[in-house]
């Protein structure tokens, strides 16, 4: 994220690109260590870990395809002379 300089990445994508990853991996590192004194709860926490990193790979690419569709496209629109011919 810190390498390209089309965006500047605001709060949400901080969020959800390293902050919620990165603290359901440790969910996961906990659930394993406990696994054998509380299997059933290192199961549920196996399981929640399991949703909030669909729900997170689910709202990232959600975020990529509305940033293409919206931000590229107008840019893209605004620069090519062969499609504003045949908006037209």
């Known amino acids: 994220m810190r390498v390209q300089t089309s965006y500047k990445p ?7 690109h390293i902050g919620l990853p990165s603290s359901t991996y440790a969910a996961l590192d906990v659930s394993a260590c406990g696994a054998h004194s509380h299997p059933r709860a290192a199961l549920f926490l196996v399981a929640a870990a399991a949703l909030l990193l669909l729900f997170i790979g689910i709202h990232n690419a959600w975020d990529a395809v509305t940033y293409h569709v919206f931000v590229l ?9 062969a499609i504003k011919s045949k908006e037209q």
């Open 10 to 16: 605001v709060f949400e994508d901080w969020l959800f």
């Open 73 to 81: 496209r107008r840019e893209q629109r605004e620069t090519d002379p």
